[in-house]
């Protein structure tokens, strides 16, 4: 089983920082890709940005220049660092993982718990 615990969320003023961190955990052979994803309240779920192994990065329109996504392969943990933050940024934070549980399988997708961001004066 594979587990994903998000931190890092909470309550900001317009212009501030706040940087996210998502750790799997659990039995796996590799984690393929890692992204984060939001949803603001009656909106869908929408890609903020994603990172592959190599480290190739890219972002929606929306953050670009504002909002950094890295990875440390040896502690399994994406992290976003959300920067100039505006009240639109406001939603539910999610972070996806892609992931081989062997060598030989396919790629499963696991999603963390979702954490909020409230960006507001």
């Known amino acids: 089983q594979v587990q994903l615990v998000e931190s890092g969320g909470g309550l900001v003023q317009p212009g501030g920082s706040l940087r996210l961190s998502c750790a799997a955990s659990?039995?796996?052979?590799?984690?393929?890709?890692m992204a984060w994803y939001r949803q603001a309240p009656g909106k869908q779920r929408d890609l903020v940005a994603i990172?592959?192994?190599?480290?190739?990065?890219n972002y929606a329109d929306s953050v670009k220049g504002r909002f950094t996504i890295s990875r440390d392969n040896a502690k399994n943990t994406v992290y976003l660092q959300m920067n100039s933050l505006k009240p639109e940024d406001t939603a539910v934070y999610y972070c996806?993982?892609?992931?081989?549980?062997?060598?030989?399988?396919?790629?499963?997708?696991?999603w963390g718990q979702g954490t909020q961001v409230t960006v507001s004066s």
């Open positions: 659990g039995s796996f052979f590799s984690i393929n890709v």
């Open positions: 996806n993982v892609r992931l081989k549980m062997t060598i030989v399988g396919g790629l499963v997708q696991y």
């Open positions: 990172v592959t192994s190599s480290g190739n990065t």
